[in-house]
């Protein structure tokens, strides 16, 4: 489990939104989204609730 992920998971959970967090991060957001799932592999377990573009 990687620091950068946890952090990116924190920034997402305080948002509730990929591209902000992304853009705030200095990243992509797809990358936002390829740590997210990594983190979610890792615990086999979904870290949000995703409605659609809202989470």
Do not use: C, W
């Not at 959970?13 to 740590?35: C, H, I, W």
């Amino acid at each position: 489990m990687e620091i950068r992920n946890l952090n990116t998971f924190l920034r997402v959970a305080s948002l509730q939104n990929f591209t902000r967090a992304a853009r705030e991060l200095g990243y992509s957001q797809s990358n936002v989204s390829a740590q997210i799932k990594q983190l979610e592999t890792e615990l086999a377990h979904p870290l949000f609730d995703r409605i659609g573009k809202n989470i």
